[in-house]
Nanobody
């Protein structure tokens, strides 16, 4: 069982930046591919970004490409989401999730999910 705990959400003005963190409880963190997803009010959860087990491969949704960067520190069992040039439409609960297969991340087919952290972008 892997527990994931997100942090770093909050209220930010449009154009601002936030860095989300997701801490994992497992000793085998480095064997998991990680993803960030988000769910805006009244909408379905959507894929945001993915990173392979060693950080060598990343993949982004078109809507965030160039503004958001996913990274990880396997020594700290943590994955990050650096968000810049935030827009009101980025307002959502952001979730991190883990799986063993990179393709599954992009599909949203994850094994473990965190409880999420709320990001609110004001105009």
């Amino acid at each position: 069982q892997v527990q994931l705990v997100e942090s770093g959400g909050g209220l930010v003005q449009a154009g601002g930046s936030l860095r989300l963190s997701c801490a994992a409880s497992t000793r085998t963190f480095s064997t998991y591919c990680m993803g960030w997803f988000r769910q805006a009010p009244g909408k379905e959860r959507e894929f945001v970004a993915a990173i392979s087990w060693n950080g060598g491969s990343t993949y982004y949704a078109d809507s965030v490409e160039g503004r958001i960067t996913i990274s990880r520190d396997n020594a700290k069992n943590t994955v990050y989401l650096q968000m810049n040039s935030l827009k009101p439409e980025d307002t959502a609960v952001y979730y991190c999730a883990a799986t063993k297969n990179f393709v599954r991340v992009v599909r949203g087919d994850m094994e473990y999910w965190g409880k999420g952290t709320l990001v609110t972008v004001s105009s």
